[in-house]
């Protein structure tokens, strides 16, 4: 193996009564993929999926048929997405808990905690935003509890470890002001549970417009694309012991310029009749990795393709030409960059495995096949 590859995986794949609520009985992501309609001449919507089809993920049968494809493409495990809410409230709990409860499939996992509110905002273009469920941080106690839910999968065997200890990511580590407090409570409560500690890793930006003040506000500041070394030290600065990093924003100012860039996202979002903005993947992909990629504590993230017009609209910009072949030479590139590392650190995180409502995912589709989990399987086996 040349990489540790984790893919992140999305539970949104069957109904809540969270989503029924607001968006009519029934409602998944596959609501608005399947809707989803072209914008322009050659623009590849809607995607339909192939081999697994438009899946529930309450099937367990499902789940054992996505893990044998990763685990054949050279992926070692899946990062769920973990939504606690706070005060015990969960979202799309149930496939992961039967995972766990289950023992199947029998594949590698982890957790990413999605610590980020729920609006409609996430699965619409303009309109009035209503809260789904907010997030909500409320000490200790609810810390504990968090802590509590989740044993049970940190001492699993099939929980990835890094130097040997469980990985847990946290999504949003800049609007979380008692993040050193949380981490802090849960590496005690880990030894107090006969586990070595916790593994803890930032998602985060490589460029960032925002840094997190001492006070854990927030400020607005404009992006460095030379370095990434303060963004990444000041997130570790407040005790995680690994970032993973993303390109993307990096990436398309390095293409367009940094204030065209800036100045046309702002505009095409607030003027959502303007032509779609479109990005060519082999010409952005090459900027996507960060000098500080290639840090000892810094896991790089791998990116197949983007569209999101299915969740809402285009003014996120569509990845034009993101075909498979390209998506080869940019995991190629990301072998380079993390090369000199130890082998427990030569991680890649996949974004994503089924983000299907933002064209980001590498599960066959009708259009490409097997395309991109064989461009995985090709440069990392």
């Known amino acids: 193996m040349k ?33 989803a309609k072209p914008l322009f001449r050659g623009h590849y919507q809607p995607r339909i999926p192939a081999d697994l089809g438009f899946y529930d993920l309450r099937l367990p049968e499902i789940r054992e048929q996505q893990a044998q494809m990763a685990r054949e493409a050279g992926i070692e495990g899946f990062c769920y997405y973990h939504y606690w809410m706070g005060n015990g409230k969960q979202l799309l709990q149930r496939p992961f808990e039967e995972v766990l409860a289950s ?5 590698p996992f982890c957790l990413c905690w999605a610590n ?30 968090h802590f509590n839910y989740v044993l049970p999968a940190l001492r699993d065997k099939r929980y990835i470890t890094v130097d040997g200890k469980p990985l847990f990511s946290i999504y949003d580590p800049y609007h979380f002001t008692g993040v050193r407090r949380f981490m802090e409570l849960w590496r005690q409560l880990a030894k107090e549970n006969g586990l070595p500690g916790i593994h803890f890793t930032a998602w985060m930006s490589s460029t960032s417009t925002i840094k997190r003040k001492d006070d854990g506000s927030i400020e607005r500041v404009l992006p460095n694309l030379k370095s990434s070394a303060d963004v990444y030290n000041q997130i570790l600065s407040l005790g995680f012991d690994s970032i993973t990093s993303y390109g993307k ?14 100045i046309t996202k702002y505009v095409h979002k607030h003027i959502p009749f303007l032509p779609s903005l479109r990005y060519n993947y ?27 017009t299915p969740r809402a609209g285009s003014s996120e910009g569509i990845y ?9 030479r940019h995991i190629e590139d990301a072998l380079n960059v993390i090369k000199d590392k130890q ?37 990392v086996l």
């Open 103 to 107: 023992g199947k499939p029998d594949f």
């Open 116 to 145: 980020h509110e729920w609006t409609t905002r996430t699965w619409q273009n303009g309109g009035k935003t209503k809260m789904i469920a907010p997030m909500v941080y409320s000490g200790d106690e609810d810390y504990t509890a």
């Open 282 to 308: 082999a010409k952005v992909m090459p900027h996507f990795f960060a000098p500080e990629d290639s840090w000892e504590n810094v896991f790089p993230t791998i990116f197949p393709q983007w569209d999101r």
């Open 343 to 379: 082998q427990e650190h030569q991680i890649l995180f996949l974004k994503s495995w089924n983000e299907w409502g933002e064209g980001n995912y590498v599960e066959p589709d009708l259009r490409y096949g097997h395309g991109f989990l064989d461009a995985i399987r090709e440069t």
């Open 249 to 262: 924003s990096r990436a398309e100012m390095l293409y367009m310029g940094k204030y065209k860039r800036i």
């Open 3 to 35: 990489a540790r590859v984790i893919a992140y995986y999305l539970p949104q794949f069957h109904p809540i009564p969270e989503n029924d609520e607001v968006w009519g009985k029934g409602f998944t992501e596959w609501t608005n993929v399947a809707k």
């Open 320 to 328: 034009v030409n993101a075909t498979p072949e390209n998506f080869k």
